[in-house]
């Protein structure tokens, strides 16, 4: 794990961190996780189970400070681990039948889906749910997947772009 790869990954988390904490709560003080899509970007971009487990880490105590819900601390970091686990282990098979852009996409919606379940599931053995599960799942995190789906492609293609300028070139 190189310097760079960190300060480039310390990067993408902070724009999730800003994210999350400026996005007004959706439905019962829950809201999109930004985060979730900055891991997800910064996975398929670097593929270092090191730096994924790092930054996993570090998204879900980000995400456990500006959470809304309560008992919602715990829940983040569970999830965002449960989620690194899982969803690294999918990400070659993904990327060997998908391009980049549209892997980066189904990526951020599957992983938004699981972190979601696993989300309230984690809050509901804690300290229960306000609401159904159903309810919940269906208006929060499936709105939530999709927002953080366009969101992680958008800034997948713009990280993408920025990795691949040739600086040489520019200075000659």
Do not use: C
Not at 52 to 71: D, N
Not at 131 to 157: E, H, K, M, Q
């Amino acid at each position: 794990m190189r310097t760079k790869d960190l300060a480039q990954a310390g990067l993408l988390v902070a724009i999730g961190f800003i994210l999350h904490a400026v996005f007004p709560p959706m439905v019962m003080g829950m809201k999109p996780d930004f985060s979730l899509a900055m891991l997800f970007i910064i996975l398929i971009i670097k593929r270092d189970l090191k730096l994924g487990f790092l930054v996993a880490m570090a998204t879900g105590i980000f995400t456990a400070l500006t959470t809304g819900f309560p008992g919602g601390q715990i829940a983040n970091l569970v999830d965002k681990m449960v989620t690194f686990a899982i969803i690294s282990t999918i990400i070659p098979f993904v990327l060997n039948h998908f391009g980049q852009r549209i892997a980066a996409g189904i990526i951020t919606a599957v992983g938004t889906l699981l972190s979601g379940a696993v989300f309230l599931g984690t809050a509901a053995l804690i300290v229960g749910l306000p609401g159904p599960f159903a309810v919940l799942f269906s208006t929060v995190v499936i709105p939530a997947a999709v927002i953080n789906t366009v969101t992680a492609v958008i800034i997948f293609s713009v990280v993408d772009f920025a990795m691949d300028v040739n600086y040489s070139s520019a200075v000659e």
